[in-house]
């Protein structure tokens, strides 16, 4: 099983949006309603902030979003803060039963 | 305060064994399915496995990549998971973090437990 494609990087400054994408196969995206996304702050553990492709954990801002369009994930950050800084890392169920990472994004904050 | 804490980390040479825990605070470990994860140095994420629950007689599941060396297990006397890893490599080398699988979803994480596999 081949890990899920992510960008190595985005950027951007307090107050704008990015989004982040995670494309993966029919045998895991692509079939799955189980999508989930982590943040993982410097030396810190990941964090569930996305799951099941849209829904928030309760204590998760209403800045983060997710969604999937066939193959391909998308999680959105709206409103940039410093504090958003870090690893984000999308994970997807698979067709045999086994669980996928993509390879994580590093976002900087301007 | 729901909470996972990993121990049983350390340094071991090639080839050699090294079983790592899960405890479960603030909840019933027993009751959910556990993951355990891995992360290299500087980098990503890689999903090891997955012990289910009694309930569903402790069905495993393993990372293709993986299987045949690494084994998980419960104890439910200690409220905990285990992980055992065998014929470790070099390349093992990374903080491994078990998690609760809260459906299909980890959620919480423990610290991570760092494995150093080097002569």
């Known amino acids: 099983q081949s890990a899920l494609t992510q960008p190595p990087s985005v950027s951007g400054s307090p107050g704008q949006s990015v989004t982040i994408s995670c494309t993966g196969t029919s045998s895991d995206v692509g079939s799955s309603n189980h999508v989930s996304w982590y943040q993982q702050p410097p030396g810190t553990a990941p964090k569930l902030i996305i799951y099941d492709v849209s829904n928030r954990p309760s204590g998760v801002p209403d800045r983060f979003s997710g969604s999937k369009s066939g193959n391909t994930a998308s999680l959105t950050i709206s409103g940039l803060q410093a504090e958003d800084e870090g690893d984000y890392y999308c994970?997807?169920?698979?067709?045999?039963?086994?669980?996928?990472f993509g390879g994580g994004t590093r976002l900087t904050v301007l | 305060e729901v909470q996972l804490v990993e121990s049983g980390g350390g340094l071991v040479l090639p080839g050699g064994s090294l079983k790592l825990s899960c405890a479960g605070s603030?909840?019933?470990?027993?009751?959910?399915?556990v993951h355990w994860v891995r992360q290299a140095s500087g980098k990503g994420l890689e999903w090891i496995g997955r012990i289910r629950d009694k309930a569903n007689n402790y069905v495993t599941s393993y990372a293709a990549s993986l299987k045949g060396r690494f084994t998980i297990s419960r104890d439910e006397s200690k409220n905990a998971a285990c992980l055992q890893m065998s014929g470790l490599k070099t390349e093992d080398t990374a903080v491994y973090y078990c998690?609760?699988?809260?459906?299909?979803?980890?959620?919480?994480w423990g610290q991570g437990t760092l494995v150093t596999v080097s002569s």
């Open positions: 603030g909840f019933i470990l027993s009751g959910s399915a």
């Open positions: 998690t609760r699988g809260d459906f299909w979803r980890f959620d919480p």
């Open positions: 994970n997807s169920y698979t067709t045999s039963i086994t669980w996928v």
